[in-house]
């Protein structure tokens, strides 16, 4: 590998081939480097701080640790980059590949990831607060214990007429945070979100089909017309839930605590409601047939 000089460092220019050469540690802050090729460099505690990094390849590159605060990183491809503890904070990074990136403990902030693809990106414990993930590829992605309060996953954002949600099926959200995130119509078939906490999230017409949420916490959610064929929602926190429309056929709702929920023509046929806590909900039109379980607690059953 060939190492690079701070002196080097001063002459990257855009279109620039640095094909496999060392930067460890250096400052390339406000460089312009659209179209440059990092292709398995070694830039691990560089600073690209405000850089214009459009179309870069850093593919295969070690980034670990490297600073790329409100960096240009538009149509960038970062897939099998080593990103763990990098910081990403206000970046611009419109249709990136972060493709099975690993991006442990990375610094996310108020990301603009709009069309990227993080298929099978590993995000534990990245913090994605107030990031932008529309149209975003999330598919087998590991989110175990990050942090996406406030994200915008599935909504409108200025400049788009229809966004597509973001696809997150069988992602692992394992003690995920997505409080009041905006997740309208994205795709979280198979995800597991065990003990994640989702409380004043909007899950509107999202796919929750064989989700695992075990004890998780919906409290204050909107997931009217969603789907959760077959899901898992034990021991979950739905209490003042809109589940509306909410089409849950063979659900599992054991021990769950659904008080005051919105259950208006929601179908839960063939769920399990063992020990489900339905006091005080708004049931008019709901759907129960087959349901395993007490429902005495349910006015009008």
Request: net charge negative.
């Given at each position: 590998?060939?190492?690079?000089?701070?002196?080097?460092?001063?002459?990257?220019v855009?279109?620039g081939?640095?094909?496999?050469?060392?930067?460890?540690?250096?400052?390339?802050?406000?460089?312009?480097?659209?179209?440059?090729?990092?292709?398995?460099?070694?830039?691990?505690?560089?600073?690209?701080?405000?850089?214009?990094l459009?179309?870069?390849?850093?593919?295969?590159?070690?980034?670990?640790?490297?600073?790329?605060?409100?960096?240009?990183?538009?149509?960038?491809?970062?897939?099998?980059?080593?990103?763990?503890?990098?910081?990403?904070?206000?970046?611009?990074?419109?249709k990136?590949?972060?493709?099975?990136?690993?991006?442990?403990?990375?610094?996310?902030?108020?990301?603009?990831?709009?069309?990227?693809?993080?298929?099978?990106?590993?995000?534990t414990?990245?913090?994605?607060?107030?990031?932008?993930?529309?149209?975003?590829?999330?598919?087998?992605?590991?989110?175990?214990?990050?942090?996406?309060?406030?994200a915008?996953?599935?909504?409108?954002?200025?400049?788009?007429?229809?966004?597509?949600?973001?696809?997150?099926?069988?992602?692992?959200?394992?003690?995920?945070?997505?409080?009041?995130?905006?997740?309208i119509?994205?795709?979280?078939?198979?995800?597991?979100l065990?003990?994640?906490?989702?409380?004043?999230?909007?899950?509107?017409?999202?796919?929750?089909?064989?989700?695992?949420?075990?004890?998780?916490?919906?409290?204050?959610?909107?997931l009217?017309?969603a789907?959760?064929?077959?899901?898992?929602?034990?021991?979950?926190?739905?209490?003042?839930?809109?589940?509306?429309?909410?089409?849950?056929?063979?659900?599992?709702?054991?021990?769950?605590?659904?008080?005051?929920?919105?259950?208006?023509?929601?179908?839960?046929?063939?769920?399990?409601?063992?020990?489900?806590?339905?006091?005080?909900?708004?049931n008019?039109?709901?759907?129960?047939?087959?349901?395993?379980?007490s429902i005495?607690?349910?006015?009008?059953?």
């Amino acid at each position: 590998m060939f190492f690079a000089s701070a002196a080097m460092a001063q002459n990257i220019v855009s279109g620039g081939e640095y094909r496999g050469q060392s930067f460890v540690n250096l400052n390339f802050d406000g460089v312009s480097a659209s179209g440059a090729s990092f292709t398995g460099a070694d830039l691990s505690g560089v600073s690209f701080r405000g850089a214009d990094l459009r179309e870069v390849q850093f593919r295969g590159a070690d980034l670990s640790n490297t600073d790329f605060t409100g960096a240009n990183l538009g149509n960038a491809d970062m897939t099998f980059g080593d990103l763990r503890g990098a910081i990403l904070k206000d970046v611009f990074a419109a249709k990136i590949k972060l493709i099975s990136a690993k991006l442990n403990d990375a610094n996310l902030i108020g990301a603009f990831l709009g069309g990227s693809d993080l298929t099978r990106a590993n995000l534990t414990n990245a913090d994605l607060t107030n990031a932008l993930l529309q149209n975003s590829n999330l598919a087998q992605a590991n989110l175990k214990n990050a942090n996406l309060t406030n994200a915008i996953l599935g909504t409108h954002y200025p400049g788009s007429s229809a966004p597509l949600p973001a696809q997150m099926q069988s992602a692992k959200l394992t003690g995920a945070i997505l409080v009041d995130a905006e997740m309208i119509g994205v795709n979280l078939s198979g995800a597991n979100l065990t003990d994640a906490n989702l409380s004043g999230s909007n899950l509107a017409m999202s796919n929750l089909n064989w989700i695992n949420a075990n004890n998780s916490n919906f409290e204050g959610a909107d997931l009217s017309g969603a789907t959760a064929k077959g899901g898992n929602f034990q021991n979950a926190e739905m209490g003042k839930a809109n589940m509306a429309l909410l089409r849950a056929a063979g659900a599992n709702f054991s021990n769950a605590n659904l008080a005051h929920a919105n259950l208006e023509s929601a179908d839960l046929s063939l769920s399990n409601l063992t020990n489900t806590n339905l006091s005080d909900i708004l049931n008019d039109g709901l759907r129960i047939d087959g349901a395993i379980g007490s429902i005495a607690t349910v006015s009008g059953y």
